[in-house]
């Protein structure tokens, strides 16, 4: 009763009574008040989105104060030392490994940037699971990363907290906790249930709840400390939890919970013990552990169980057998902890039942700074690890829970004392590894691999989702991250149980995703599991290895490794039993997967290099070990296959898979050990066995013959060639790779990295990426980083980025410095390094260019011999290979074919023989002695050499060979050898009827029967018996290669004669490559020069070897030169067959073709260029066309343009119009020109702002809007000029066409259904000659070139004269354009310009539509034309010449059909301009009684617009005179304006005084052109009525400190008239063809008025007077007195606005964009947070403005307009449709353009000069200066069309 009447009062005062009473010594009916309240407040049965309980509780947590006030005061006691801010998915956070002690080390933003990480190895990141900040825990980083805050341990200095302010939290949190719980426990529905389950909805109601728990933990420790001691009493938990008695609710509830419990397959204590009995007494071996934690067995759920037992049985029968944890002792403490114990405990189940919401995970984690939750927390996390890695195997949104998952763990296992205390305490070990072990069986299938029907062993299925989508992934990286401590690791090694576990663990990914060769049809599936194999086997196998290898690295860990190799060798044993392996591969199949060999491979190599273990001592028997190589031999020879095309029709999957193999971060998990194992082998097995396996495995054996023709059973004759090549590659690696044989760890480091670069030019990061990470990758230390850059800086160059504008942006490379070619480039190690078969050739090309470019070689090199470190002494056997016969006779036998022309050899075979034979040279059995006396051939019956040693076997000359030959082959026709006819024919009946004598020369060759020496040396080894009865049950002499029966011809067997040795077969070589009849002469070796050997071709390959072998050997020494003595010309080998035909030299192929190439080549080249010449040549007149014409039409001389199209060249004419080929678009550069020259900073914090108010465009809006206030509109919109901002701009590329020729182009263009990057529907096309962007035609006028001398003639008219001519033509209308073709192109074209720019750019009028808007839209277009040009000649005309772009400029054109447009309105005489610049008009009355506005005074207007007016209005062609006319009577105008605008400037006093002084002047001969008189007139003038010098004359004299002097005068108004005359100057070369000269900054104003012929010749001195250029048609001063009337008779204007509309700026500066920081990370930090202005949220992705700084969303929705994104919208209204933004989350720069836009690249670059697109490597950037000046030169003269070439349409939607 009372606690409702509680319920119902005011909150605060209840909660402030509550808490008195609560504080005083007895307080128990303030508790039991208390309790009551909460028990009405608090009840579960009311629905969670109620907030009324929320509000009460925070009530009564601050115990009546305001609840902020109450957060403030318990953060004042918050005694942290840690930061613990933990973040979601996405949020950017940074890793230093130079302060990091685990990798996963992480830091906020703001911790990161209040310490101190200068010149660190840092990277910024975006987080994918979430994480916490780790400042201050010195557990995970070093205490001299830590920032400001947490440095200083601030725990020690705050007080202690009053006991009283969180007494009510500890006595309300935990019923507040409880409730929580209840409500998940409530809502929670098992999935199987037949009704429909929302967890979300739950979730969503208690959101409130589990964000206030949230607040509480960012209160700070204090309030940390409470939530701990409530989340882990148990007692507490007890009392709550189950609900007391009567309350039948919190029974019901309870059951929930429990219910839940059972169906997760746990199991409550109760039944426990039946479980655990049962099972021990059924299972003495194993306990019961795993099984109950995570079989189905609980017997609690029988009907789950039953189910799942069913779908185990469905899969395979038998196979799965559940893991038993070994050891008994470890069972209880698992299945016990399986009872909640208290609130976290439950917390975390319901966590991981409703699969780990967002809100709960952070809240857990939020608590992790107090270490006692920490501890607790970490136990409860191993407790439920099973069961969350079975709720993850469950789960729909695997992805999301795991990164969830990691989250959570990642913060607790990195901590190596928390790890280490849950591995001992908790056996987190076994759980994992006993929960991978469990997850694996879910998927497992029958292995195919070896003996299909009877293989005992099993895979995981690479198809089931569990591996295709990684879901294993969160269970592992857990693994790899505990295996990092030392302590842990320790613990795994030295549990041997644990071990046998992971050995079995690993088995299952052994011969994983076997592919089976597919021989008939082309698989119809391509199956992609191969990339899940890959990846499991790198993520579960591999790196939990490498884990492992960085703990046995010194000698205490011995033990260790050798228990490690002790099971690996057991559970290979298994293995192969499992398969039914016997000593033969099964056919056809390959594994790329072989986990077990390569923990064995990699255990053993650490042992031998780093713990100095020997090795014999980690090998098994021989039989073993021939088992061992068997399975990595098959992929060396698959991988051949794969290249040679044989296993096309299993698609292309299995060459990813080959790529993959090989790939970097692959290759030193899988081929290094691979090839290292079987070096192992190599080096313990017999070496012929060896060599005959390799040939064998390779398929070779059959073409290793003496014949020239052979039967091979196994391959096609074109696999032949790339399957020796590849066997003979593979030996070649196998012997001289020494990776891991020896080489120090900076030594693989350099020749991998020499190798990459070799390959090709790389990027730092490329490089980092194509090194294969040599321990475990985890670390984020990449191989010694520290000495990564030294390495670099070792073997390379750097080569930094080059920017052409229009080029590709180049990023900074790499390059391999010239001493690394010379000495250090080695084929081998980028042939075991490449991927694509084309970076081998890339690496010889380069090679090769640096060997010409050095003068070293100039022909084509072969791949140089590279010396070798040498071998460790372990691994001496391996030189074993290179001496023995076996391989003597493979090479003897391939050197003859290749001399004999053989078909299927090759010069890359040559090459490897020779290696081959060097690699021997170089390397020396030890133990034999060098035997010097010359061999005794009888000795040697039983084969071809006396012994294996190579340097006797060189020598050794061969006689006769037996070989086995089909009938048809050209050695069967040949006759026996005369002396011995009978026995030879005897012979092929029976082999043992054979003579003495010929014995040694039927002698037969053991490669032909390597099979049988094979078996042989098996045998041998598997019986360890007497060697004659093997030879008794394998005669040696049978070549036991069956023949599939009914193969056509039969072999016979022939005998051939050979009397060759190596050596000779080499010099007969080096005379067949130099083509030279005696190449070495007899005394070649005394005059040998050795150090030219080292590169070149086979010539100096064979040379080098001859040297070697001579000074190794005198015998061969003597030989050499018995050799070339009695060399006679060789003759050379008759051509046998047809096919030795084809073979024609290939090298001799290739030259024809490259000499055919290169002439088509110069053919082509020479067309092109003379195509160019015509088609660039396009304003020349062509004078030879135009005789033809007949003199009499042609005035002059008429031009004449090429068509690009159709070819055809002719004038323009009214009938057939020719074009230019424009691009129109809208620009608002103009717009944005400032007056200072600095560019406007980018604001970087918020105090920073860009004001837009003086930019160009705005400044002529404000005068516009101002002059239409108060004159007339029409005369308005003739003083100014708009197009400022969305003015047209046109450019042309300078081809022409003829305009039907255009449209049926466009038609063309229509039609072709390929995609396009432009709109041809928008009329876009490219140019049909040189592919530039396009979009409209501007027709060329017809009729002469620009030079026809009479209208240049110079005039002596006087100016009255002119001045009415000019009056004259105006009020003349020019002849109306006649309807016409070229008429309508011209009027289609206004209306394409019309088209290009928006609405709003060209509507100034009162009256939109009106003539005169259109008049003034029209010369505007042409004004902002004149004005780019001028911009882009560098805002003057110092430089002259014609223009760069005169070829590509149409502003003839363009003048032309605006005057044509114009010619439609005439000016009004009555409001010509051009009579009040030209006479003094008396109708002083007009303004008064004109009930019309006034017309803009002409000191108002702005004089260009006037000049283009003119211009454009008189008709065409205008005589220069006239126009040089007009000229002048405009610069009167300007030069009066500029002293009317100076004399604002002075003070009063200066006024006066100027006044004064130039008054003086006034009477004087030369007062029209003197500035002084002037001047002194325009004060006096503008003093009358309403002056313009009232206005706030103590202003003026605040601003002017300087006094000015007729110099600073001068100076000023030569300024003030410089734009003007750059503009009339610019205008006359395109209408006249004058050319400009160029002349200094300080003569550009003389230099113009010369040009102009304001100025009859340039003064002698320096010293131009602007005045003198003045040329009055009338009385001066009344002209004058006139303008400035003007100006003071208007009396509705204030004072200020006609001062604002008088003083024009007509100077700006260059248009800039912003100036950005030097550091990207400035700009990035306080952008990424920033909220956008529309909706105040932080966008996804936000962009600013490059030009204005606008700051905007890019495709957010939030700022949609009628279906339009912020970036579109915004480039619309800043640039007229030109958009360039920097988008802050990827630091690079899009560009919209129109309806297009394309990636520009990035203007930010690393210390390595690379971008960092999307910010993926976070390393800090900065700006790129010339990058940045590309941009802005690409902007300023528009030509992103143009360079960039990627553009796509955006549909609005950026």
């Known amino acids: 009763m009372m606690a409702a009447s509680l319920v119902r009062r005011d909150k605060k005062a209840t909660a402030t009574r509550l808490k008195a009473d609560l504080n005083r010594t007895d307080n128990s009916s303030g508790v039991r008040q208390l309790q009551e309240l909460l028990d009405a407040v608090l009840n579960p049965e009311k629905p969670a989105a109620d907030t009324e309980a929320l509000d009460w509780c925070k009530c009564l947590i601050a115990g009546g104060e305001g609840f902020e006030d109450f957060c403030k005061t318990v953060r004042s006691y918050d005694n942290a030392t840690l930061c613990g801010l933990v973040w979601t998915a996405n949020f950017v956070a940074y890793r230093c490994r130079t302060c990091g002690i685990s990798p996963c080390m992480s830091l906020c933003a703001e911790c990161f940037n209040n310490g101190d990480h200068t010149g660190h190895d840092f990277n910024m990141f975006r987080s994918q699971a979430g994480g916490a900040c780790d400042c201050g825990d010195s557990n995970v980083m070093r205490e001299s990363g830590f920032c400001r805050r947490h440095r200083l341990r601030t725990g020690e200095n705050v007080p202690s907290i009053p006991r009283d302010l969180l007494l009510m939290s500890e006595m309300v949190l935990p019923r507040f906790i409880l409730c929580i719980i209840q409500y998940l426990r409530d809502g929670y529905i098992e999935p199987d249930t037949s009704t429909e389950r929302d967890l979300q909805k739950v979730l969503q109601q208690l959101e409130p709840q589990i964000s206030f728990l949230e607040e509480l933990t960012k209160m700070g420790g204090a309030m940390r400390t409470v939530l701990t001691k409530i989340l882990t009493n148990q007692q507490t938990f007890k009392d709550l939890s189950m609900g007391q008695e009567e309350n039948l609710y919190a029974k019901r509830n309870y059951d929930k919970y429990l219910s839940a419990l059972k169906n997760s397959g746990l199991v409550s204590v109760e039944e426990k013990c039946q479980g655990a009995a049962a099972d021990v007494t059924g299972d003495a071996e194993g306990g019961a552990g795993a099984v109950v934690l995570l079989g189905t067995t609980a017997p609690g759920s029988p009907d789950e169980s039953n189910k799942e037992e069913d779908q185990d049985a469905g899969q395979s029968v038998g196979q799965r057998k559940r893991v038993k944890l070994s050891s008994n002792t470890k069972d209880p403490c698992i299945i016990e902890s399986l009872k909640h114990k208290c609130f976290l405990e439950e917390l975390l189940f319901w966590t991981i039942k409703y699969e780990f919401p967002q809100k709960m995970v952070t809240f857990l984690l939020n608590m992790l700074p107090d270490q006692d939750y920490k501890i607790t927390f970490t136990k409860t996390f191993v407790q439920h690890y099973a069961f969350i890695m079975k709720t993850l195997m469950k789960s729909h949104e695997s992805d999301t829970m795991s990164n969830r998952i990691v989250h959570i763990s990642v913060q607790l296992f990195s901590n190596e004392e928390l790890a280490r205390h849950v591995t001992e305490e908790c056996q987190l070990l076994d759980i994992m590894v ?91 599936f391509e199956s992609q599991t191969y990339y899940a194999a890959f990846a499991a086997e790198l993520e579960a196998c591999a790196q939990p290895m490498w884990g492992l290898l960085t703990h046995c690295k010194v000698k205490e860990t011995r033990e260790y490794t050798k228990t490690v190799v002790r099971y690996c060798l057991e559970t290979l044993q298994i293995w192969f039993d499992a398969i039914g392996f016997i000593d033969e591969p099964a056919p056809n199949q390959v594994t790329f997967h072989l986990p077990l060999h390569r923990y064995y491979a990699m255990f053993l190599s650490k042992a031998v290099k780093c713990q100095g273990l020997d090795l014999d001592s980690l090998l098994p028997d021989q039989e073993m070990l021939m088992k061992i190589m068997v399975h990595p031999l098959q992929i060396q020879a698959c991988l051949s296959e794969i290249h040679s095309n044989m296993w096309v029709r299993n698609g292309l999957q299995i060459k990813g898979q080959a790529m993959t193999y090989v790939q970097s971060h692959f290759c030193n998990s899988m081929i290094d050990p691979d090839i290292y194992l079987l070096q192992v082998c190599a080096s313990r097995l017999d070496p012929d066995y060896f060599i005959s396996s390799v040939f064998e495995r390779f398929k070779v054996v059959d073409l290793l013959t003496m014949a020239s023709q052979h039967q091979n059973a196994v ?22 790779l020494r990776v891991h044989l020896g080489m120090t760890d900076d ?23 194509l090194i294969p990470e040599n321990p ?89 011999y590279k010396e070798r470190t040498p071998l460790h002494p372990c691994y001496r056997g391996l030189t074993k290979l290179l001496h023995c016969k076996t391989l003597h006779i493979v090479i003897f036998t391939l050197l003859y074919k290749i001399w004999m022309d053989h078909q299927n050899m090759s010069e890359h075979v040559l090459c490897m023989v020779l290696y081959l034979i060097e690699l021997g ?115 040696k002499s049978s070549s036991t290669r069956w023949v599939p029966p009914g193969t056509p011809p039969q072999l016979v067997t022939e005998i051939l004669e050979i009397r060759e040795s190596m050596l000779s077969l080499l010099i007969k070589l080096h005379q067949k490559l130099s083509s030279k009849q005696n190449s070495l002469s007899a005394s070649w070796l005394e005059d040998m020069d050795t150090s030219r050997h080292t590169h070149g071709d086979g010539i100096t390959a064979i040379e080098r070897i001859l040297t070697k072998a001579a000074t190794r050997s005198c015998q061969i020494k003597r030989s050499i030169q018995d050799i070339c003595g009695k060399v006679c010309p060789p003759v050379p080998p008759k051509k046998n067959s047809p096919t030795d035909k084809k073979t024609m030299d290939k090298e001799e192929r290739r030259q024809r073709a490259r000499e055919r190439q290169q002439k088509l080549l110069a053919e082509f080249a020479s067309r ?19 005789m033809d014409l007949g003199a009499s039409e042609v005035m002059e001389s008429e031009v004449l343009y090429d068509c690009v199209i159709c070819g055809q060249s002719g004038p323009s004419t009214e009938d057939r119009p020719t074009g230019l080929v424009v691009l129109l678009q809208a ?25 837009a108010a003086d930019t160009c465009g705005v400044a002529h809006d404000v005068r516009l809007t101002l002059m239409q206030q108060f004159f007339k509109d029409s005369s308005c919109l003739q003083s100014v000029s708009i197009g400022w901002d969305g003015g047209v701009y046109v450019q042309t590329c300078g081809h022409t066409l003829h305009i039907d020729c255009h449209k049926s182009y466009m038609e063309s263009l229509r039609n072709d259904q390929v995609l396009q990057g432009f709109s041809v529907d928008k009329g876009e096309f490219t140019c049909p000659l040189c592919r530039q962007f396009a979009n409209s035609v501007l027709p060329c006028r017809p009729g002469r070139e620009t030079e026809a001398g009479a209208w240049h003639t110079p005039t002596n008219k006087k100016t009255f004269v002119l001045v009415k001519e000019v009056e004259d033509l105006q009020e003349k209308l020019g002849p109306f354009p006649t309807e016409s073709n070229l008429s309508k192109e011209m009027e289609l074209v206004i209306k394409d310009i019309k088209n290009t720019t928006q609405k709003k750019y060209m509507d100034y009028g009162k009256n939109p539509g009106s003539p005169d808007n259109d008049f003034l839209f029209m010369y505007s277009v042409a004004r902002t034309n004149l004005e780019l040009e001028l911009v882009h000649r560098g805002g003057n005309l110092c430089s002259g010449g014609a223009s760069a772009a005169a070829k590509r400029s149409c502003l003839n054109q363009l003048f032309h059909v605006l005057a044509m447009h114009m010619r439609l309105y005439s000016i009004d005489s009555a409001y010509n301009p051009w009579t009040k610049l030209t006479q003094v008009t008396q109708s002083k009355e007009a303004y008064g009684f004109d009930e019309k506005r006034p017309e803009v005074p002409m000191l108002f207007r702005d004089v260009p617009s006037l000049l283009i007016i003119f211009v454009l209005t008189m008709p065409q062609p205008l005589r220069k005179e006239h126009f040089t006319c007009v000229v002048k009577m405009l610069y009167n105008l300007q030069f009066t304006q500029a002293l009317a605008a100076l004399s604002t400037k002075f003070s009063p006093e200066e006024r006066q005084a100027w006044s004064t002084s130039g008054a003086l002047k006034k009477n004087a001969a030369n007062a029209e052109t003197s500035f002084e008189a002037l001047l002194s007139h325009v004060i006096s003038e503008l003093s009358k ?142 952008y990424h947070r920033k909220a956008c202005t529309a909706c105040k949220k932080v966008p996804k992705d936000p962009a600013l403005c490059l030009v204005c700084g606008a700051f905007v969303c890019l495709k957010g929705v939030c700022c949609k307009q009628q279906g339009i994104c912020e970036c579109v919208l915004h480039s619309q209204h800043c640039g007229a449709a030109t958009g360039i933004f920097l988008l802050i989350n990827a630091s690079v720069i899009i560009i919209i353009r129109g309806h297009r836009f394309c990636l520009w690249g990035s203007v930010y670059l690393d210390a390595h000069g690379e971008e960092d697109r999307d910010l993926r490597r976070g390393k800090p950037l900065f700006l790129c200066e010339e990058r940045y000046r590309v941009l802005e030169q690409q902007w300023v003269s528009h030509t992103f069309d143009h360079i960039n070439k990627r553009w796509g349409p955006h549909y609005n939607g950026l």
């Open 921 to 1035: 040279l170089d390397n020396q059995v030890q133990d034999n002695k060098e035997d010097e006396e010359p061999c005794i051939e009888e000795h040697c019956h039983d084969s071809w050499f006396p012994g294996t040693n190579l340097l006797s076997n060189l020598h050794h000359v061969i006689n006769f060979v037996r070989v086995r030959v089909p009938e048809t082959a050209p050695e069967v026709k040949r006759e026996a050898p005369p002396s011995t006819s009978t026995e030879a024919s005897s012979y092929g009946q029976n082999s043992r009827r054979l003579t003495g004598n010929w014995r040694e020369n039927l002698r037969e060759a053991q490669v032909f029967s390597l099979v049988a020496e094979r078996r042989r040396k098996f045998q041998e080894i598997i019986n360890r018996s007497n060697t004659e009865a093997t030879q008794v049950v394998r005669p």
């Open 1227 to 1251: 620009s608002s550069v103009l717009g944005h020109r400032c007056k200072s020259k600095e560019a406007k900073k980018l604001p970087t914090s918020d105090e920073e702002h860009i004001y």
């Open 434 to 524: 006993t929960v991978l072990l469990y997850m694996m069986e879910s998927c497992l299938i029958k292995s195919e691999l070896q003996d299909e029907e009877n293989s005992r062993h099993v895979v995981v299925n690479c198809s089931e989702a569990l591996l295709k989508n990684n879901t294993y992934w969160p269970l592992v990286s857990d693994f790899i991250n505990i295996l990092s401590h030392q302590s842990v690791a320790k613990n795994f090694l030295e549990d041997h149980s644990l071990l046998m576990l992971w050995m079995s663990f690993v088995s299952f990914f052994q011969g994983m995703n076997l592919n089976k060769r597919e021989l008939n049809e082309h698989v119809e």
């Open 1585 to 1726: 009525d309403n002056s313009v010098y009232k206005v706030n004359a103590e202003e003026t004299l605040m601003l002017i400190s300087s006094v000015w002097s007729p110099q600073s005068i001068e100076f000023s108004l030569q300024q003030f008239c410089l734009p003007f005359l750059r503009l009339s100057c610019l205008l006359q070369h395109h209408l006249y063809g004058d050319n400009l000269t160029s002349c200094l900054e300080e003569e550009e104003f003389s230099s113009l008025a010369v040009c102009l012929g304001l100025l009859s010749s340039a003064p002698a001195s320096n010293t131009v007077h602007s005045a003198s250029c003045l040329k009055w048609a009338v009385s001066t001063c009344d002209l004058v007195s006139q303008w400035c009337t003007e100006v003071t008779g208007l009396f509705q204007m204030q004072a200020e606005q006609s001062l604002t509309l008088l003083v024009q700026e007509p100077q700006w500066a260059s248009p800039r964009l912003l100036q950005l920081p030097d550091n990207y990370n400035i700009i990035f930090q306080y």
């Open 715 to 736: 391959l096609d004759s074109e696999q032949e060639r790339p399957m020796l090549e590849g066997a003979l590659t593979f030996l070649v690696i196998l012997t001289s």
């Open 747 to 769: 030594e693989i480091l350099r020749a991998e990295m020499v190798s990459q670069l070799c390959m090709n030019d790389r990027t730092h990061s490329a490089l980092l990426d």
């Open 1168 to 1186: 092109q260029k003379s195509f160019m010449e015509t088609a660039m040549d396009v304003e020349s007149p062509d004078t030879e066309a135009a």
């Open 776 to 864: 475990n990758p985890k670390s984020g230390i990449v191989p010694g980083s520290c000495s990564f850059e030294e390495m670099l800086s070792a073997v390379a160059d750097f080569k930094a980025p080059v920017f052409e504008p229009g080029g590709s942006m180049q990023q900074g490379m790499y390059t391999p410095k010239a001493e690394v070619w010379e000495k250090e480039f080695d084929p081998i190690m980028v042939v075991l390094r490449t991927v694509y078969r084309r970076d081998v050739q890339s690496a010889m090309d380069r090679y090769s260019a640096f060997l010409k470019q050095s003068g070293i070689h100039t022909g084509n090199p072969w791949p140089p």
